[in-house]
C-alpha cells in the first residue's frame, strides 16, 4: 500500500465519522421522524461508526506489517558508519545550505555525526543526550530514538512516537512517520525514510516549511571501533 493510500483511508475515516455524528445529531433532533426511518438512521450511524474502526485498525496492522517486511531487510550490526551529504532548504533561501561529513552509529553508545564541510563540527547523541560545542541539548525520547531506529535496522522501536504509514517494493521502501509527542510536533511536521537494505536517504520537514535532506553514501559494519571514536562515545558517558 503506498503512502497515497494510508492518507486516503484516513480522510475517508475521518468523514465517515463526520457523517456519523451528523446522522445521529439530526435522528435525535427530528423527534416527528417515523419510527422505520428513525431505525434505519441508527443503524446507518452504528454501521458508519464500525467502518471507520474497521479502517483505522486495518491502518495500524498494516503499517506494523511494512514494518516487520523493511526491518527484515535491513542489516543489523553492532556499528554502522559512512558519509552523508546534508541539504538544508530554508523558506528564505533560494538555493539550499549543503553539508557533508560522517557519521558513526554503536548500538549502545550512540551516534557521533561529524560535519567536515563548509564548517567543521561534532554532534554527539544517545536516547536521553544530544552534546555539541555549544553545550547540551535535551532529546525529546521519541526522537533520540530515531537515529537508533535507522541506523541499528530496528524500525519497529518508531511505532511508539510515531503514526507510521510506508510501502515496501522489490528493491526500495519508504516510509513516513509523524509525531505523536507535542514537543516534537512544535519542530517536526513529518520524517520520510527511504532505501534498501541500508538507509539511503532521510527527509525531515519541520513546521515552519524548511525541509532537511539528508543522503547517506559508503555505509559500511566494522566491526569494532576506533581509538578517535571511543574517545568521541565517552563524551556521552553518565
Not at 421522524?33 to 438512521?41: A, E, N
Not at 539528508?214 to 578517535?228: A, G, Y
Request: aromatic share 8%; proline share 3%.
Amino acid at each position: 500500500m503506498p503512502l497515497l493510500t494510508g492518507a486516503l483511508i484516513a480522510v475517508i475515516a475521518q468523514q465517515f465519522q463526520a457523517f456519523s455524528i451528523y446522522i445521529v445529531y439530526h435522528t435525535r433532533s427530528r423527534s416527528r421522524m417515523p419510527q422505520k426511518g428513525t431505525l434505519f438512521v441508527s443503524c446507518l450511524a452504528t454501521f458508519l461508526n464500525a467502518l471507520l474502526l474497521f479502517l483505522l485498525s486495518f491502518n495500524l496492522s498494516y503499517a506494523g506489517d511494512v514494518l516487520a517486511q523493511i526491518t527484515g531487510r535491513l542489516a543489523k550490526t553492532e556499528i554502522t558508519q559512512g558519509d552523508f551529504q546534508q541539504e538544508k532548504h530554508l523558506k528564505i533561501l533560494r538555493k539550499p545550505l549543503i553539508s557533508t561529513g560522517s557519521f558513526t552509529y554503536h548500538q549502545t553508545k550512540g551516534v557521533i555525526w561529524k560535519t567536515l564541510t563548509p564548517v567543521a563540527s561534532l554532534l554527539l547523541m544517545n536516547d536521553a543526550r544530544l552534546l555539541t560545542a555549544q553545550g547540551e541539548l535535551a532529546v525529546p525520547a521519541a526522537f533520540g530514538k530515531v537515529f537508533k531506529a535507522m541506523l541499528g535496522g530496528d524500525l519497529n522501536q518508531l511505532s511508539d512516537g510515531f503514526s507510521i504509514t510506508g510501502s515496501d517494493q522489490k528493491t526500495s521502501w519508504q516510509i513516513e512517520l509523524k509525531p505523536k509527542d507535542e514537543q516534537l510536533k512544535k519542530i517536526i511536521n513529518s520524517i520520510v525514510l527511504s532505501g534498501d537494505n541500508e538507509l539511503r536517504l532521510l527527509e525531515i520537514q519541520e513546521t515552519g516549511g524548511n525541509i532537511s535532506q539528508i543522503k547517506f553514501d559508503k555505509i559500511t559494519h566494522p566491526t569494532k571501533l576506533t581509538s578517535e571514536q571511543e574517545a568521541d562515545f565517552e563524551h556521552l558517558s553518565p
